[in-house]
């Protein structure tokens, strides 16, 4: 150890948040080893199809997430974002997926894309099996990175809450629009492109789309912006798309068209929504499935019906609670006490206890296995473990 790192460590006083100059070396040094193991097998050329081609386990679904494990390798240790996710998007279905900030709900959705920012987010563990059109099951997870791109954009594609970030500031929407066409159909007429891309306009109710058409993004309102990646998700005809809480950055009256917008979008494209959100009242009104995370677990999932009607879980009866109720005159809405769980350092117990006003004896052993309650509704909480 260099003199000026013992001279820190003795003098320094040390509280029970922060690390130890070892400590920090530790980490840096096993992080370092960790992602340079997962970046050489990510980047692999050459690799044999039969490594990442798999099967469904049930031939209605068109991703199967299964014990999906995604960390992120920090200075200050391994963020557990996603641990042990698994859940499935049935064919022609829209799937909700909710729960509080921070517990893993776009790493998730990237981790599918394999879009999680490298080399310290690594899908360290687990399948994504995705049904593509050409009849074959591929495991995203074990595809080398050379390979995504067959599936990401043109089967698989992502809607964002704030599209400017995800538009190209220097480039006009028709021209954005038109690499899409160019891309996907793999057809250099400009005169084609600019066709598809005005119908696309078209297609999403954008008044005008020829002046459009000619726009920089920043010229458009967040509405029609939104309208926009709405229109590039459609022109790549996927059969699955990704919508990440698309509203949230809308007011209301926008909020309401767009999810319209995105109801026809699956109907048209003939395929499935995953959609991120923290807001119930957007899951009622879309949703066929719901899923509930909490500290980057699946908590609960069920039909829309089951988790609104028969919720179980005491956090996914807490969200509802938390949520205004038009016509209920409430003194004070109510809210979940507590924080989540520190992604680091996660408990061996369950992540909610801490929270949680229903604890009985059990909830002191280890994390609570996953019950299913109906072929559809299953929930990771001791209370309805010995029901079942
Ligand atoms: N680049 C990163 N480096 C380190 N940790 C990260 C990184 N990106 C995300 N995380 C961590 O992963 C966890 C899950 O993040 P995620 O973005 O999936 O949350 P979320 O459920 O989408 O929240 P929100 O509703 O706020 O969008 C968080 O604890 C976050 O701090
Ligand atoms: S397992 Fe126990 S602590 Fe966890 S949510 Fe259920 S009742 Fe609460
Ligand atoms: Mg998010």
């Not at 209605?60 to 014990?67: C, D, L």
């Not at 991120?276 to 995370?293: C, K, P, Q, R, S």
């Not at 019950?371 to 299953?378: D, L």
Request: proline share 5%; aromatic share 8%.
């Amino acid at each position: 150890m260099k003199f000026i790192d013992k001279i820190k460590e003795k003098f320094f006083k040390k509280d029970e948040h922060s690390l130890s100059v070892r400590d920090e070396r530790l980490i840096a040094r096993n992080n370092r080893r960790a992602m340079k193991e997962f970046e050489k097998k990510k980047n692999r050329k050459n690799v044999p199809e039969e490594e990442y081609l798999s099967q469904m386990k049930d031939e209605n679904n068109i991703v199967e997430f299964e014990g999906l494990k995604t960390y992120f390798f920090t200075d200050v240790g391994t963020v557990k974002a996603v641990d042990g996710v698994t859940f499935s998007i049935p064919k022609k279905s829209i799937v909700g997926v909710v729960g509080e900030s921070g517990c893993g709900k776009s790493i998730t959705s990237l981790s599918l894309m394999r879009l999680v920012q490298a080399p310290q987010g690594q899908i360290v563990d687990g399948s994504i099996r995705f049904a593509a059109k050409d009849g074959k099951v591929y495991d995203i997870a074990k595809m080398p990175v050379s390979e995504v791109y067959k599936i990401r954009g043109k089967e698989i594609a992502m809607i964002f809450q704030e599209p400017m970030t995800s538009l190209n500031p220097v480039f006009t929407i028709g021209q954005q629009l038109d690499e899409v066409y160019e891309l996907h159909f793999n057809d250099k007429d400009k005169k084609k492109a600019k066709e598809h891309s005005l119908e696309m306009l078209n297609l999403v109710g954008m008044a005008m789309p020829e002046n459009v058409y000619k726009c920089y993004p920043h010229e458009l309102s967040g509405g029609m912006r939104q309208r926009v990646m709405i229109a590039m998700a459609l022109a790549c005809d996927p059969r699955l798309v990704i919508a990440d809480e698309p509203t949230t950055a809308l007011d209301v009256t926008i909020q309401a068209q767009i999810l319209e917008l995105l109801k026809n979008l699956k109907e048209r494209i003939d395929g499935s929504i995953m959609l991120i959100t923290h807001d119930l009242g957007v899951i009622a009104e879309m949703a066929d499935y719901v899923v509930v995370m909490y500290a980057g677990r699946v908590i609960e999932q069920g039909t829309a019906e089951e988790i609104f009607l028969n919720p179980l879980h005491p956090y996914t009866v807490g969200l509802q609670k938390s949520k205004p109720v038009v016509n209920k005159k409430v003194d004070k809405l109510y809210n979940i006490p507590g924080n989540v769980p520190n992604p680091v350092n996660l408990p061996d117990y369950c992540y909610f206890r801490e929270r949680c006003d229903k604890c009985v004896k059990k909830c002191a052993g280890k994390y609570p296995e996953t019950v299913w309650v109906s072929p559809t509704h299953c929930v990771a909480c001791y209370r309805y473990a010995e029901r079942h």
